[in-house]
């Protein structure tokens, strides 16, 4: 960069015209107005990759406090969609902006490389090429999936970086390294050392077409169409009740072979009804006449209604107190086809009268409300005889079993199937329908859309079902075990979860009540797969499922694992060389289940944070977006409250999701996905982040190419005014001018400054991007570009060199230039790097950088107060002058003299003590406390503020063309201003001192 030129230029041969303008201190600078990002920005991760800006940031951070953001894992198995660039982006703001602030902010990216994601595209490309999994041995298989997973590592590292990602990819964290596998089976024998784990029965969500149990964190819901029955259940014995039929309404008819009790509310009023109606041939019916019906009173129009019994066609015979239901029992409705065991009445708490008949139907092998009224009433059941054992009804393929009969494999069609391996419906539903016509018990049916959980990763519908599975207990005293201080009064996983999420800070608050009712409410910790890809549940149990319990053994297992990996425990031998020569191999059985991949990433606190000496445990914070209430945070939470009596995290973040621009869900068949390859191919990684840090994450973001354009145009404008400060500081000698010598307007900015930083600084603490990027772009544009720089360009072109005002503007351009390319590098690092190094091409890199001090002494409160009124003359003013310019009576505002009428004494006092005609960029101005003309412009909001419009008298300086009467004062430079001419001679004698 250099200075204009000094010498005084002549005039032309032709025109006479002199050319001032290389005497001017015009913008100079190569920081291009088009930003090139798509290109420009992989040349900045080259640069990074070279200079290993990772290790210089950690060279620079040795001795500072340590603030880590725990990373949660994505799956390695795809592409990168829009949900992951949203969330990495965030992350990498947070570590950059504390790392700017004095602290180490390591980031180490990780991944999730086992479980049914991965396993899942191995099996897809199995059966495109016809191979049968269950004929390749088990580790090759493991293998595959191994390599699959590094291969989409690597593939999303690219991805991650490709967005401005800052961290150690280079030794990140993955849950398929041995140590890690090694440390996962560990955390999961010191639950099977304190007693915690259990192999248990209970219905869980199973995927036929996947063959695995699923947890709530692998379900999504979508509609789903599902058959309809009322079903009649023949009450046993004498009295009012004696003959009735007691009527449940159910949308899975497949469970009715699993029923083994009915639920009632005693909340709910309850009455006995008689179906009065005589039969017609033309509109048949399943309800005869006579029969009688126990039903919800406020349900039961509806349910004659859908067994098409007409209007006035049934009466109620008596009110039936709840009371009078718990010695009730019933015959199941296929009694007659070896389903002769008693059904009884049983309270439950989950029963309404909002839909259905105010009974529900209760097959404890077929839903978990089910399953816990069961066992609320299992002790009290027995003692009447009634038989408790819960039944297999399903087996993995979804097939009905022996245990049930008509329906399973004695059957002569074969068993009836509740959905295929395809995910389609089978015959079951069919087949119990007819049965239930048969025995004269179907009441009424029909179809319902509704709300049904599907696998997230095959889309197909899910059953519940019972079937042997690992848990965890949440309700079973520990003890102390993990504890490094005394236990609470209660010491359950269940309570020590809720006390941790009282001792954690969740942004936004709500996440706090969400996780809360979510731990508060749910059942036993599931564990188990039955899959192959992950790390096994490393477990030996004999015939009556205790678990061996045996540190020696733990230790072979685990020093096998850390060196060979989880492979071990499925290599040849693997039984004998665990159990060693102490313990009868006839005895114990090796489990084969595979731990649920929630385990493993709620485990990653222990063989990350705890394990590398650059990070720290238990994290500073958490992030991801509010699904992982349920899955991330929540697995974490109850992984570390087990093993270590507390979170793994001190605050939890949660964002939510990626919409289309109409606030639909993305989905290709409406061709509305915006993929983050797509954005930065087309117009740069730094406009998806502004996006990301201009929204309220903390509910579901839109996206699309109207908010991406308007993004851009955001950005355009940021760019435009760094860029004119880069030009604009090419005449910097790093002049200084003392506070109390510097104008108002300077000590101003300044107040700004000293203001934005706390709100910068208090943002960044708060998570609150939103509100910086708002700040910022707003002071960018409506106090710099609109205001100060407006104001001061006369200044900064055309004041001589020993000008203060100059000086001092130029110092507070610097002052702005390095705080705001500071403060806005962690949200914007490509064009913040670029900027810095265009004005310091010395340096190493921006985001080496600490953000600026402020000085206490700039801030001003009452400077601030007093231009706030002058700000509001000004705008006045300036909407006189665009109307004058509108209506082409003046091309520049420089053209006009305008008279200001205040009305407020004290305001018009403010105006004329300072030089308000260089406020307003015109040549010249009058303020005036005489009332306005007829016609003088004023806005309806300021009143007491008018301004008449006259035009500038004198002449028009040939350098700045300010129109004044001192033109042609100095008899050296005829056709220039005074304060012009000062400018030239200065410049004159430059030229010749630096001759």
């Known amino acids: 960069m250099t200075d204009p030129k000094t010498d005084v230029p002549t005039p032309d041969a032709e025109t006479g015209v002199v050319d001032y303008s290389k005497t001017l201190f015009l913008p100079e600078t190569d920081f291009p107005m088009r930003a090139g990002l798509p290109k420009a920005e992989p040349e900045w991760i080259e640069k990074w990759d070279r200079m290993d800006l990772y290790g210089k940031l950690r060279q620079a951070s040795k001795g500072r406090p340590k603030y880590v953001l725990h990373d949660g894992p994505p799956y390695a198995n795809g592409n990168l969609h829009i949900g992951h660039a949203l969330n990495k982006i965030l992350k990498d703001v947070i570590n950059r902006s504390f790392q700017m602030r004095g602290y180490d902010a390591n980031y180490v990216p990780g991944w999730d490389c086992h479980g049914l994601p991965i396993e899942w595209k191995i099996e897809e490309q199995y059966r495109a090429k016809g191979k049968n999994k269950d004929e390749v041995p088990v580790n090759e298989f493991r293998q595959e999936c191994r390599d699959?997973?590094?291969?989409?590592?690597?593939?999303?590292?690219?991805?991650?970086?490709?967005?401005?990602?800052?961290?150690?990819?280079?030794?990140?964290?993955?849950?398929?390294?041995?140590?890690?596998?090694?440390?996962?089976?560990?955390?999961?024998?010191?639950?099977?050392?304190?007693?915690?784990?259990?192999?248990?029965?209970?219905?869980?969500?199973?995927?036929?077409?996947?063959?695995?149990?699923?947890?709530?964190?692998?379900?999504?819901?979508?509609?789903?169409?599902?058959?309809?029955?009322?079903?009649?259940?023949?009450?046993?014995?004498?009295?009012?009740?004696?003959?009735?039929?007691?009527?449940?309404?159910?949308?899975?008819?497949?469970?009715?072979?699993?029923?083994?009790?009915?639920?009632?509310?005693?909340?709910?009023?309850?009455?006995?009804?008689?179906?009065?109606?005589?039969?017609?041939?033309?509109?048949?019916?399943?309800?005869?006449?006579?029969?009688?019906?126990?039903?919800?009173?406020?349900?039961?129009?509806?349910?004659?209604?859908?067994?098409?019994?007409?209007?006035?066609?049934?009466?109620?015979?008596?009110?039936?107190?709840?009371?009078?239901?718990?010695?009730?029992?019933?015959?199941?409705?296929?009694?007659?086809?070896?389903?002769?065991?008693?059904?009884?009445?049983?309270?439950?708490?989950?029963?309404?009268?909002?839909?259905?008949?105010?009974?529900?139907?209760t097959a404890p092998s077929h839903g978990r409300e089910d399953f816990d009224v069961w066992m609320e009433n299992r002790r009290a059941l027995a003692a009447r005889g009634i038989d408790t054992t819960i039944p297999f009804t399903v087996d993995d393929d979804g097939f009905y079993t022996k245990d049930v009969p008509v329906f399973g494999p004695d059957a002569p069609e074969g068993p009836a199937r509740v959905i295929d391996d395809k995910g389609k419906k089978g015959d079951a539903n069919k087949r119990v329908m007819e049965a239930l016509i048969g025995s004269g018990n179907l009441l009424a049916r029909g179809r319902l859309k509704h709300s049904y959980p599907h696998s997230w990763r095959s889309k197909k519908p899910v059953i519940f079902r019972n079937t042997p599975q690992w848990f965890v207990h949440m309700d079973k005293e520990l003890g102390g075990y993990g504890l490094e201080?005394?236990?609470?009064?209660?010491?359950?996983?269940?309570?020590?979860?809720?006390?941790?999420?009282?001792?954690?800070?969740?942004?936004?608050?709500?996440?706090?009540?969400?996780?809360?009712?979510?731990?508060?409410?749910?059942?036993?910790?599931?564990?188990?797969?039955?899959?192959?890809?992950?790390?096994?549940?490393?477990?030996?149990?004999?015939?009556?499922?205790?678990?061996?319990?045996?540190?020696?053994?733990?230790?072979?297992?685990?020093?096998?694992?850390?060196?060979?990996?989880?492979?071990?425990?499925?290599?040849?031998?693997?039984?004998?060389?665990?159990?060693?020569?102490?313990?009868?191999?006839?005895?114990?059985?090796?489990?084969?289940?595979?731990?649920?991949?929630?385990?493993?990433?709620?485990?990653?606190?222990?063989?990350?944070?705890?394990?590398?000496?650059?990070?720290?445990?238990?994290?500073?914070?958490?992030?991801?977006?509010?699904?992982?209430?349920?899955?991330?945070?929540?697995?974490?939470?109850?992984?570390?409250?087990?093993?270590?009596?507390?979170?793994?995290?001190?605050?939890?973040?949660?964002?939510?999701?990626?919409?289309?621009?109409?606030?639909?869900?993305?989905?290709?068949?409406?061709?509305?996905?915006?993929?983050?390859?797509?954005?930065?191919?087309?117009?740069?990684?730094?406009?998806?982040?502004?996006?990301?840090?201009?929204?309220?994450?903390?509910?579901?973001?839109?996206?699309?190419?109207?908010?991406?354009?308007?993004?851009?145009?955001?950005?355009?404008?940021?760019?435009?005014t760094i860029r004119w400060m880069l030009g604009t500081l090419a005449h910097d000698k790093g002049e200084t001018v003392p506070l109390d010598q510097m104008p108002e307007l300077e000590r101003l900015m300044l107040h700004r400054i000293a203001e934005l930083d706390q709100l910068v600084r208090a943002g960044y603490d708060a998570f609150d991007f939103k509100r910086i990027s708002r700040a910022l772009l707003d002071f960018v544009v409506v106090e710099l570009s609109a205001f100060y720089f407006d104001i001061r360009k006369d200044a900064l072109y055309c004041d001589p060199i020993s000008s203060v005002r100059r000086k001092a503007a130029l110092q507070v351009v610097r002052e702005l230039f390095d705080h705001l390319v500071t403060w806005l590098a962690p949200l914007l690092p490509f064009t913040m790097e670029e900027a810095w190094l265009s004005r310091y091409g010395e340096a190493e890199s921006v985001h080496l950088e600490q953000f600026r001090p402020v000085d206490p002494a700039w801030r001003n409160a009452e400077l601030a107060a007093r231009w706030q009124k002058l700000r509001r003359v000004r705008r006045v003013v300036m909407g006189a002058l665009e109307e004058k310019r509108r209506e082409k009576v003046i091309g520049s505002s420089l053209e006009a003299w305008p008279t200001v009428h205040i009305a407020d004494p004290e305001l018009r006092e403010l105006a004329a003590s300072v030089d308000f005609a260089e406020i307003a960029i015109t040549s010249g101005l009058t303020v005036s406390g005489d009332p306005a003309p007829q016609g003088a412009f004023a806005l309806p909001d300021t009143p007491d503020v008018a301004v008449a419009f006259h035009r500038a008298e004198g002449r028009k300086c040939a350098r700045s063309w300010k129109i004044t009467g001192d033109v042609g004062s100095d008899p050296d430079f005829p056709d220039v201003s005074a304060r012009d001419a000062q400018a030239l001679r200065e410049l004159r004698a430059a030229e010749r001192n630096a001759a």
């Open 485 to 720: 201080r005394e236990p609470a009064a209660e010491d359950t996983l269940r309570a020590r979860a809720l006390r941790a999420i009282d001792d954690t800070r969740f942004v936004p608050a709500s996440g706090q009540n969400r996780l809360r009712g979510m731990i508060a409410d749910r059942p036993d910790w599931v564990l188990s797969r039955q899959r192959a890809w992950g790390v096994p549940i490393c477990v030996f149990v004999d015939e009556d499922g205790e678990v061996l319990k045996d540190e020696a053994v733990n230790t072979r297992i685990l020093e096998a694992f850390a060196n060979e990996g989880a492979d071990a425990w499925f290599a040849a031998g693997a039984k004998e060389r665990f159990l060693g020569n102490e313990h009868d191999g006839d005895k114990w059985t090796m489990v084969r289940d595979i731990l649920d991949v929630w385990f493993d990433s709620g485990s990653t606190h222990a063989f990350c944070l705890e394990k590398r000496p650059d990070l720290k445990w238990p994290a500073d914070l958490y992030l991801e977006g509010s699904d992982q209430h349920r899955g991330w945070f929540h697995s974490s939470l109850l992984e570390s409250c087990g093993t270590r009596g507390r979170a793994p995290y001190d605050a939890v973040l949660t964002h939510g999701f990626v919409m289309d621009e109409e606030g639909r869900k993305m989905s290709k068949s409406l061709g509305n996905v915006v993929t983050p390859q797509e954005v930065i191919k087309q117009s740069g990684a730094d406009i998806l982040r502004l996006w990301v840090v201009s929204s309220d994450y903390s509910e579901d973001l839109r996206l699309g190419k109207t908010i991406l354009q308007t993004n851009i145009d955001s950005y355009r404008k940021l760019r435009n």
């Open 148 to 361: 699959f997973a590094t291969h989409w590592v690597g593939v999303q590292t690219a991805e991650f970086r490709r967005l401005g990602v800052e961290g150690d990819f280079k030794d990140p964290y993955l849950t398929m390294n041995f140590k890690a596998e090694s440390v996962i089976a560990g955390e999961l024998l010191k639950f099977a050392m304190s007693g915690q784990l259990y192999r248990g029965s209970k219905p869980v969500m199973w995927s036929v077409v996947e063959k695995t149990a699923l947890a709530e964190a692998e379900i999504e819901y979508e509609d789903y169409e599902s058959d309809t029955v009322w079903v009649k259940f023949p009450t046993q014995g004498e009295g009012l009740l004696g003959g009735a039929f007691v009527v449940i309404w159910t949308t899975t008819p497949w469970t009715i072979p699993g029923n083994r009790a009915i639920a009632f509310s005693d909340r709910i009023a309850y009455g006995l009804y008689e179906v009065t109606a005589p039969e017609d041939a033309e509109a048949p019916r399943w309800a005869k006449e006579g029969e009688r019906y126990v039903l919800a009173d406020a349900l039961a129009a509806d349910v004659f209604a859908k067994a098409r019994v007409p209007e006035g066609g049934w009466r109620k015979v008596a009110d039936v107190q709840p009371a009078d239901l718990e010695s009730v029992v019933v015959d199941h409705p296929l009694k007659d086809l070896g389903y002769g065991f008693p059904v009884p009445l049983i309270p439950g708490d989950h029963v309404t009268d909002d839909a259905g008949t105010g009974f529900v139907h």
